[in-house]
């Protein structure tokens, strides 16, 4: 492992030998870092994670309707997390969502999913241009079931994993997870972090990675943009704030305290233990009333919206249906009056005795004009078709 340190100063051989000499040291050392990051506080992740939606979407705790189409061709990011169609990683949140009973823009979805699971650029490019889809991802993004699996694949993709890589490199700060975090999120962690090798003193370490990362964001066009996450991260050890310090401004946010109330106010168990009588509440019955009124009227209200948007979803097939018949038909009835006119105007020049060289010429010009006729209504319904196929998809 000392051979891979690179810290440009010529210590590696000083590394290579306080770990033969002080072997136990350096064991120790190593499990007082996997017992710091194991007690990380519940309070450093929540500012890591609010530092992080912020960069990806302007507010501490992440909008779930929130959805972009990215010009480095990912094609479309969406939710508190940016979950985009190359990662795959919106696969899985559209995946997870459609695990469970909801209806808010099922139909729509579902049918985007053979699509969705290519990672192909034509397949980016036809769902980044498909505003139907994006429109039902937005609707679902107001029901329970789309949010619980946006949070539950953030959790477990991204989370879980930065705590996991902290706990591999002995990182224990909370400057430091929230730095994982932001790369695990955006990408690219691990070569970043391997190229630098272990760690020796993490405030060295991850002041070193971050400027890596802040020069291999800068080289690459499409993420050139993004470096205002690892100067947000520059700034901050600039000044010494590897405990997150509030407040603090984030890309133009400033992050308090009263961006977190579940920090400052313990939560009250909604229901008693198993083993406690119900007893009076000093506090009246009214309080004990309201917290289930307004989740029942929630819920209520939700369940309402749904019923709503899947008669939205039957109406707009059945007027989809109904043009596509009414095109079919008016195609059919203008190119039978085409015909019939057609061959009265022959007949009828004929009995008149036209010259025939003048009713030959004149017939065949209305020929033309009627075949061009029809070939515009063949190529109109067919356009038609076309374009209710696409809400079909």
Same mark, same amino acid.
């Given at each position: 492992?000392?051979?891979?340190?690179?810290?440009?100063?010529?210590?590696?051989?000083?590394?290579?030998?306080?770990?033969?000499?002080?072997?136990?040291?350096?064991?120790?050392?190593?499990?007082?870092?996997?017992?710091?990051?194991?007690?990380?506080?519940?309070?450093?992740?929540?500012?890591?994670?609010?530092?992080?939606?912020?960069?990806?979407?302007?507010?501490?705790?992440?909008?779930?309707?929130?959805?972009?189409?990215?010009?480095?061709?990912?094609?479309?990011?969406?939710?508190?997390?940016?979950?985009?169609?190359?990662?795959?990683?919106?696969?899985?949140?559209?995946?997870?969502?459609?695990?469970?009973?909801?209806?808010?823009?099922?139909?729509?979805?579902?049918?985007?999913?053979?699509?969705?699971?290519?990672?192909?650029?034509?397949?980016?490019?036809?769902?980044?241009?498909?505003?139907?889809?994006?429109?039902?991802?937005?609707?679902?993004?107001?029901?329970?079931?789309?949010?619980?699996?946006?949070?539950?694949?953030?959790? &477990?993709?991204?989370?879980? @994993?930065?705590?996991? *890589?902290? $706990?591999?490199?002995? /990182?224990?700060?909370?400057? %430091? #997870?929230?730095?994982?975090?932001?790369?695990?999120?955006?990408?690219?962690?691990?070569?970043?972090?391997?190229?630098?090798?272990?760690?020796?003193? &993490?405030?060295?370490?991850? @002041?070193?990675?971050? *400027?890596? $990362?802040?020069?291999? /964001?800068?080289?690459?066009? %499409? #993420?050139?943009?993004?470096?205002?996450?690892?100067?947000?991260?520059?700034?901050?050890?600039?000044?010494?704030?590897?405990?997150?310090?509030?407040?603090?401004?984030?890309?133009?946010?400033?992050?308090?305290?009263?961006?977190?109330?579940?920090?400052?106010?313990?939560? %009250?168990?909604?229901?008693?233990?198993?083993?406690?009588?119900?007893?009076?509440?000093?506090?009246?019955?009214?309080?004990?009333?309201?917290?289930?009124?307004?989740?029942?009227?929630?819920?209520?209200?939700?369940?309402?919206?749904?019923?709503?948007?899947?008669?939205?979803?039957?109406?707009?097939?059945?007027?989809?249906?109904?043009?596509?018949?009414?095109?079919?038909?008016?195609?059919?009835?203008?190119?039978?009056?085409?015909?019939?006119?057609?061959?009265?105007?022959?007949?009828?020049?004929?009995?008149?005795?036209?010259?025939?060289?003048?009713?030959?010429?004149?017939?065949?010009?209305?020929?033309?004009?009627?075949?061009?006729?029809?070939?515009?209504?063949?190529?109109?319904?067919?356009?038609?078709?076309?374009?209710?196929?696409?809400?079909?998809?």
């Amino acid at each position: 492992m000392a051979g891979r340190y690179v810290s440009g100063d010529n210590k590696s051989d000083e590394l290579a030998s306080s770990n033969i000499v002080r072997p136990y040291q350096h064991i120790q050392r190593m499990c007082t870092c996997q017992e710091k990051v194991a007690s990380m506080k519940q309070e450093d992740i929540r500012k890591a994670m609010a530092i992080v939606s912020v960069f990806e979407t302007g507010k501490p705790h992440g909008n779930y309707a929130a959805l972009v189409v990215l010009n480095d061709g990912a094609g479309i990011s969406y939710g508190i997390k940016q979950f985009t169609h190359r990662s795959g990683s919106l696969l899985q949140v559209v995946e997870k969502y459609l695990a469970t009973d909801a209806t808010v823009g099922r139909g729509t979805i579902e049918s985007r999913l053979p699509v969705l699971r290519r990672s192909t650029k034509l397949a980016i490019d036809q769902l980044a241009a498909d505003e139907r889809f994006k429109q039902a991802l937005k609707a679902a993004a107001a029901s329970k079931e789309m949010r619980a699996a946006q949070d539950a694949i953030a959790t &477990e993709r991204y989370l879980k @994993k930065a705590i996991n *890589e902290c $706990r591999a490199f002995g /990182l224990t700060l909370p400057l %430091t #997870l929230a730095v994982v975090y932001d790369s695990v999120v955006h990408g690219s962690w691990r070569s970043l972090a391997e190229h630098l090798g272990p760690v020796r003193d &993490e405030k060295i370490w991850i @002041k070193r990675y971050v *400027e890596e $990362r802040h020069e291999w /964001l800068r080289r690459r066009p %499409t #993420l050139r943009t993004t470096t205002y996450r690892t100067t947000f991260f520059r700034n901050e050890i600039a000044r010494g704030n590897w405990q997150l310090e509030l407040p603090m401004y984030v890309h133009g946010y400033l992050l308090k305290a009263s961006d977190f109330p579940e920090a400052a106010t313990p939560q %009250t168990p909604a229901e008693p233990p198993p083993d406690t009588p119900p007893g009076p509440d000093p506090r009246g019955r009214d309080t004990q009333v309201a917290a289930p009124t307004i989740v029942e009227t929630v819920d209520a209200l939700e369940t309402r919206v749904n019923e709503v948007a899947a008669r939205v979803d039957q109406a707009e097939r059945m007027v989809l249906t109904t043009t596509t018949r009414t095109d079919k038909a008016k195609s059919l009835w203008a190119t039978v009056a085409a015909t019939l006119w057609q061959m009265a105007w022959a007949i009828g020049g004929f009995v008149a005795g036209v010259p025939r060289e003048v009713w030959l010429v004149v017939a065949i010009i209305a020929g033309l004009l009627v075949g061009l006729f029809i070939y515009r209504q063949i190529t109109l319904g067919k356009l038609r078709e076309a374009r209710g196929s696409e809400f079909k998809l």
